[in-house]
């Protein structure tokens, strides 16, 4: 699986609080709602910059609160997939839980640039941008398929129908 788009350039210890404010938690659970509030008083207007974009980040993405509406939020806006040095724990497990594919790759804050196509091969972790390649870790069969099935529900409801068959 291949995943295409812009880089969208973000630093390093971007908190959960800062993708989805903790104020919107028991009132935004629509994707719409979910969307509109990422990155509020942050960055302007970033649900409608977010549709299709490559997240490049610094270290620690995800900090913080173990909410997973701040993936949800950065799905629902649109946002492909996320590179960075690294992963809060919490955050990574909730990334693949929701179909967000999230690659460690120290490397790429560094080189690529805001706007850069990125090129994201999931199984084998190449990631290519316009003045070379990055190796990052590829995501094993089982989490390819978890992404492709739009998350760990979908993959499991698809596990279950299977069986009954």
């Known amino acids: 699986m291949i995943i295409e788009g812009p880089a969208f350039i973000l630093g390093d210890h971007v908190s959960a609080d800062a993708i989805h404010p903790s104020r919107y938690l028991y009132d935004a659970y629509d994707a719409e709602g979910l969307a509109r509030h990422a990155f509020e008083g942050i960055i302007d207007d970033f649900a409608s910059r977010a549709r299709g974009v490559v997240i490049v980040a610094g ?7 173990s909410r997973e509406q701040a993936v949800m939020a ?6 492909k997939a996320i590179i960075a040095k690294s992963f809060a724990r919490t955050f990574y497990r909730n990334a693949i839980a929701h179909a967000v594919p999230v690659l460690e790759c120290p490397g790429a804050a560094s080189v690529v640039k805001q706007g850069d196509k990125v090129s994201i091969d999931l199984e084998t972790g190449r990631i290519s941008y316009p003045c070379g390649d990055l190796s990052a870790h590829g995501f094993p069969e089982e989490v390819r398929a978890i992404i492709e099935a739009g998350g760990l529900l979908p993959y499991a409801k698809r596990l279950l129908a ?4």
Do not use: I, P
């Not at 950065?74 to 946002?79: D, T």
């Not at 299977?162 to 068959?165: E, G, K, L, S």
């Open 162 to 165: 299977d069986q009954t068959r």
């Open 74 to 79: 950065l799905k629902y806006a649109g946002v």
């Open 59 to 65: 270290v620690n993405f995800g900090c913080g609160s």
